[in-house]
């Protein structure tokens, strides 16, 4: 019998048939163009990848992918992934949030999924806003942000995305930029590649009530100044020149100018598969004016993955004991009748 050849998928192939319906110029538009390139990059099948988000502008993403999806509830995207990987640990599962969905209301499923260590992916878009409802100030909003909610400046001391995936000790982290499309696509693939949750924060434009909000990151005239691209055994340099570097003083990270008797080798070299997540913390509050932000991968380490455990003890149960029964179960011990 002969063999069929099976088509090879090009990004076009990857998108939807639903008109877009981002705002024109939103950074989104990016990450949806380098997610598709990136599956076509993997080969995946769309028939065994799925996205799952929540509720916001960046949880449009499953309409816009032609794959499976599922538009859930919101703050709760990281659930019903978790419920799809484990019943069905064949497929690719994506989980696509924001700031205000990921951090505000679904915070709480955001930390479990990430310590359970569940074989799937969560792409963040950060805009430091809340974008569906027009403008209101997020849980990444900076001191003193005007908005809707915070007419007199927010309050609320802001939350660090990585920091917390971090402190979670997810195996993946990385940040990337909207604009920085060889980066993302990179950052992306290697996301998707990991073993393992993988988390991934992606700086993004919301050009209508949040618009440059992210400039000193990626304007050309300042962005080799205020951000660095880290790489795993690579000094940490940085600079219109690369002329500047980060090394330790202490348990502190400080700026120094290379050259006058400092070389690369006084430097910090990052090591993002340290067992232990004390650098990659260290990396993630480094913070814009003090400090460039790193963007890059800040860590990736192996560690055993919750779906495969849980599948684990499902086939040990049913080698142990058989089969359920879930009407043997439910009237068994002790039972009443309501009246």
């Known amino acids: 019998m002969a063999s069929v050849e099976l088509p090879v998928l090009k990004p076009g192939d990857y998108g939807s048939d639903q008109d877009v319906r981002w705002c024109p110029g939103c950074g989104d538009y990016s ?19 799925v996205f799952v988000s929540g509720i916001g502008c960046s949880s449009r993403f499953p309409y816009y992918m032609n794959t499976y999806g599922m538009h859930s509830i919101h703050g709760r995207a990281p659930a019903f992934a978790t419920g799809i990987k484990s019943c069905r ?23 479990h999924v990430v310590r359970r260590n569940v074989n799937l992916n969560i792409i963040l878009f950060n805009n430091r806003i809340y974008g569906l409802t027009k403008g209101q100030y997020s849980p990444t909003s ?69 618009d440059g909000a992210y400039k000193y990151a990626t304007d050309k005239a300042l962005k080799a100044d205020n951000i ?50 004390t650098l990659a913390y260290l990396l993630s509050r480094m913070r814009y004016p003090e400090f460039p932000e790193p963007i890059g991968v800040l860590r990736c380490v ?38």
């Not at 076509?40 to 769309?46: D, E, V």
């Open 89 to 111: 640990p064949d497929l690719n599962v994506f989980v696509i949030t924001g700031d205000g969905d990921a951090l505000s209301i679904g915070g709480n499923h955001f930390m």
């Open 31 to 49: 990450i949806l163009a380098q997610m598709k390139k990136v599956m076509a990059t993997l080969g995946w099948p769309r028939e065994k990848t």
């Open 142 to 210: 900076e001191l003193g942000k005007v908005t809707k909610s915070t007419p007199m400046g927010a309050i609320d001391n802001p939350m660090n995305p990585l920091s917390l995936a971090i402190g979670c000790e997810a195996t993946f982290v990385a940040r990337s930029i909207d604009v920085h499309i060889k980066h993302l696509a990179d950052t992306l693939k290697r996301a998707a590649e990991h073993p393992g949750v993988s988390f991934v924060e992606v700086y993004q434009n919301c050009n209508v009530f949040n």
């Open 228 to 277: 660095i691209e880290i790489e795993h055994g690579k000094p940490l340099i940085f600079g219109q020149n690369r002329e500047k570097g980060i090394r330790l003083n202490g348990m502190q990270p400080e700026v120094v100018e290379l050259g006058k008797g400092i070389t690369e080798d006084d430097l910090l070299f990052h090591d993002e598969t340290s067992p232990q997540p």
């Open 302 to 339: 192996d560690a055993p993955r919750y779906d495969d455990l849980l599948n684990e003890q499902v086939a040990q149960a049913r080698a142990e004991k058989g089969e359920g029964d879930l009407d043997k179960l439910f009237n068994s011990g002790d039972t009443w009748t309501v009246e």
